[in-house]
């Protein structure tokens, strides 16, 4: 079992910058490729990013590529995800997951979700 927790949420201007954070616990995330989505009010949830394993390959959506920038820290058993240049449609609980196959855009693959954290870009 892994246990996702994210952190870093909160109310930001357009323009902005967040860092969340997604913490694992129970097994080490260096098993696991750890992918963020998120969903706004009265919409499907949406893949952002992924990263695998090692963190030598990243995937982002097109509406947040060269905004966003994804890391992880394995001796930290931590993934940061770096969010700048916010805009309001940005606002929506981000979730962070874990899979143990290859990043992927397919909910389905991924095995542990965290509870989510809010953030919210006002215009």
């Known amino acids: 079992q892994v246990q996702l927790v994210e952190s870093g949420g909160g109310l930001v201007q357009a323009g902005g910058s967040l860092r969340l954070s997604c913490a694992a616990s129970g097994r080490t995330v260096s098993n696991y490729a750890i992918a963020w989505f998120r969903q706004a009010p009265g919409k499907e949830r949406d893949s952002v990013v992924c990263i695998s394993t090692s963190g030598g390959t990243t995937y982002y959506a097109d509406s947040v590529e060269g905004r966003f920038t994804i890391s992880r820290d394995n001796a930290k058993n931590t993934v940061y995800l770096q969010m700048s240049s916010l805009k309001p449609e940005d606002t929506a609980v981000y979730y962070c997951?874990?899979?143990?196959?290859?990043?992927?855009?397919?909910?389905?693959?991924?095995?542990?979700w965290g509870r989510g954290t809010q953030v919210t870009v006002s215009s």
């Open positions: 997951s874990a899979s143990g196959l290859r990043c992927s855009w397919n909910e389905r693959v991924y095995n542990y």
